[in-house]
């Protein structure tokens, strides 16, 4: 090969180098954050989908976090009209359920996200045989399905087997959520993650929630939240006066502040689409 040839590709060799190590990162890399550093692009859109007006305690903090980086929508499956407590003496029906919206509304405010969406299925529908059960639960699915469309989130979390304290609400709007989205095999969109404890979590709460967890080898999603983050939360809970005294308010608080690992962790439920031809 002539010396000059040599030299010509060396050059333009010097100049690829240059360009590839030298040039300065591209634009939008500039304009990321340390969560989009740390964890990709943030979502635009998250769903928590759950089935009473206070399930949202469980994941407070995550929801107050991504607030400011995300719309954050709650939705609410039933109306919460068997939510009777000793304290607040409210009988079920209308005026808990009237109540409950308006503590709902409350916890989103605190917490920072968008104003709750009411799917108004029956509270207890997880019950078996509890009114009209499948035309309620057929009604119900349409509503999710048709609210997902609506807000087309990036990102839905819900219960999962476990449902958090083992209600079969709870249960059952993990399930839903999870039928429709292999239903309609929106998998491509939306990231679907079940929140779940770990063993060690629960130990900080009172025996008698009956709490559930999955193992923490499976929970391979894990969101940090800030000393703020944890403060709207504590703010949130408390709107639900009709469901807890304050003593237990208190002392809730208490056992989360008591946690200062300040992290809750979540499973995204994946599917292999590859076909095959046996197990
Ligand atoms: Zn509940």
């Known amino acids: 090969m002539p010396l000059k040839m040599k030299t010509n590709k060396l050059i333009r060799l010097i100049i690829l180098l240059f360009l590839v190590v030298g040039c300065d990162p591209l634009p939008e890399q500039k304009n990321m954050d340390m969560e989009s550093l740390l964890n990709g692009k943030p979502p635009k859109t998250i769903m928590a989908i759950f089935a009473h007006p206070d399930d949202e305690t469980t994941i407070g903090p995550v929801l107050a976090k991504y607030a400011s980086i995300s719309d954050v929508h709650l939705v609410v499956a039933t109306d919460g ?16 359920i009237a109540i409950r919206k308006i503590e709902t509304e409350c916890a989103c405010r605190e917490l920072g996200i968008k104003p709750p969406h009411f799917l108004e299925a029956k509270d207890g529908l997880g019950l078996n045989g509890h009114n009209n059960f499948y035309d309620e639960v057929t009604q119900l699915k349409k509503r999710l399905a048709d609210k997902i469309i609506e807000l087309q989130p990036d990102v839905i979390l819900t219960f999962g087997p476990d449902g958090d304290t083992g209600h079969p609400d709870h249960r059952l709007i ?79 608080i208490q056992a989360e502040k008591n946690d200062t690992t300040n992290v809750l962790y979540f499973r995204k439920f994946v599917v292999d689409t590859i076909r095959r031809n046996g197990f």
């Open 81 to 96: 009209s068997f939510g009777v407590t000793n304290h607040a003496k409210i009988p079920a029906g209308d005026s808990l």
């Open 174 to 252: 993990g399930l839903l959520t999870t039928e429709i989205l292999l239903r309609e095999s929106w998998f491509d969109k939306i990231d679907l993650y079940h929140f779940a404890w770990t063993k060690e979590q629960t130990t900080k709460f009172p025996k008698d929630w009956g709490l559930g967890w999955a193992h923490e080898k499976v929970l391979h999603t894990k969101i940090d939240f800030s000393a703020k983050d944890e403060q709207m939360a504590f703010a949130s809970l408390q709107c639900h006066q009709s469901q807890f005294t304050k003593q237990e308010m208190t002392d809730w």
